[in-house]
């Protein structure tokens, strides 16, 4: 679901959710930002097969919809996030089982109630009468991606010394680190070039507490893998190994530019939220494969300035955000009266509405998010890039002297070394 968490394999943001019930019950999740459901499924490591026993149905159940709820995917999800808005959190299962990966399970609203009545993490409020459920109000969402990074980074642990081989799967992982209690994530990390396992990987716990106990059983008796490995465990901010004063000296530049577009980023948010635009958002749904922002625009453009449009081409929806406050009710109105009452985009009728209130306000926050960090990147990008050549300009008297006396071809090969010259 959404942007690619990401990761975890991440690819930063991208790749697999794979999850397992211990023997006790408890859920253990692997995310790596899962874009497997809504518009962009694709990436999901699970493996279903055609015939799954009862039991392990049930806990595919459980793994798959808890993940939707899950921490690193509702951050993320800004469709399930809007939809939380609309009923006091309450989702339904008619709009769950839209989603590709839990239709692969089942549709079978009485399965999956029955299921999740089996699962004791907590995450989960059921309401089986009308078929819907929601996040537990004791578990409330990370307010930030940033915050959900500070806590997850007291509870991951780095592990390293797997065998560098194709065998080495994230379920394999999964199931050795079965016999040290439930896990919330595991993180298998790639080689750069060839996207091969490099032999290491983020392990989260559920809480700083179980992590650290992880840590003290491997302090005590050196941890093993299958093939007789012997494992290296640090928490995560913690490095196994002493850094060399080159090293740091990169990591301080490295934090320093960190800080820098931080900062850059929080100035552009502060300008971009004084310039909110209240009335100003319209939200389309139903988007037909064919959809694109320029089918979106031409429907629009006849009646308001040129608007932005929120759509990636596959998209199950779609944000017009207009340039004029307290316009959107009016111009929808003329888009639907040119089209006798409907918004046809493509090969679909698509619906259409106004978003207001909370609503309204959760979407501004996350668009001007993303758009300072677009500026401020695009801003460091001009600041280091500005000069995409090695070569200098050069004036006319001193061309003069370098071309008297010289042939066609020598003329046209001392050119050419002269415009890959370097400033000195």
Not at 38 to 58: C, F, G, R, V, W
Not at 178 to 204: L, R
Not at 261 to 278: D, G, I, M, R, Y
Request: charged share 35%; proline share 3%.
């Amino acid at each position: 679901m959404t942007d690619t968490i990401s990761s975890v394999e991440e690819t930063s943001v991208n790749g697999d959710i794979v999850t397992k019930m211990n023997p006790y019950h408890t859920i253990t999740t692997t995310t790596t930002v899962d874009r497997t459901d809504h518009a962009d499924e694709d990436n999901h490591m699970t493996t279903i097969s055609q015939s799954i026993a009862s039991n392990e149905l049930e806990k595919q159940i459980i793994r798959q919809i808890e993940y939707y709820f899950s921490d690193v995917n509702m951050t993320r999800d800004r469709f399930l996030k809007n939809e939380l808005c609309k009923d006091d959190g309450w989702i339904p299962l008619s709009m769950l089982t839209t989603f590709k990966r839990l239709q692969l399970l089942t549709t079978d609203f009485k399965i999956i109630m029955n299921s999740l009545k089996k699962s004791l993490s907590g995450l989960l409020q059921l309401d089986d009468i009308e078929n819907k459920i929601r996040r537990h109000p004791d578990r409330p969402l990370p307010k930030s991606q940033a915050e959900l990074e500070l806590t997850l980074q007291n509870r991951t642990v780095y592990v390293q010394g797997f065998p560098k081989t194709a065998d080495v799967t994230l379920d394999k992982l999964l199931h050795f680190f079965e016999k040290y209690g439930s896990t919330d994530n595991i993180q298998m990390k790639k080689q750069f070039k060839t996207k091969d396992f490099n032999g290491s990987a983020y392990v989260v716990f559920p809480s700083e507490e179980k992590a650290r106990e992880f840590l003290e059983i491997s302090k005590q008796t050196p941890i093993k893998y299958e093939d007789g490995s012997i494992l290296e465990c640090c928490l995560q901010t913690e490095p196994i190994h002493e850094i060399s004063s080159r090293d740091k000296e990169k990591q301080i530049k490295k934090e320093k530019k960190q800080e820098e577009f931080e900062q850059k980023t929080n100035e552009h948010l502060e300008k971009l939220n004084s310039e909110h635009l209240p009335g100003a958002v319209i939200h389309l749904a139903g988007m037909a494969a064919d959809a694109s922002r320029e089918l979106i625009k031409e429907k629009f453009n006849p009646f308001t300035k040129l608007p932005w449009i929120d759509f990636n081409r596959g998209d199950a929806e779609a944000w017009v955000r207009l340039n004029e406050a307290n316009t959107a009710k009016d111009v929808l109105e003329k888009v639907l009266e040119a089209g006798n009452g409907k918004l046809t985009i493509g090969s679909n009728d698509v619906t259409s509405r106004v978003i207001e209130g909370e609503e309204e306000t959760q979407f501004w926050k996350e668009a001007n998010e993303k758009r300072a960090t677009q500026r401020a990147r695009k801003n460091e990008r001009y600041a280091n890039g500005g000069r995409r050549s090695g070569f200098r300009k050069r004036d006319g008297r001193g061309d003069g002297k370098r071309k008297r006396g010289l042939n066609q071809n020598d003329e046209s090969s001392s050119l050419k070394k002269i415009k890959g010259e370097s400033d000195d």
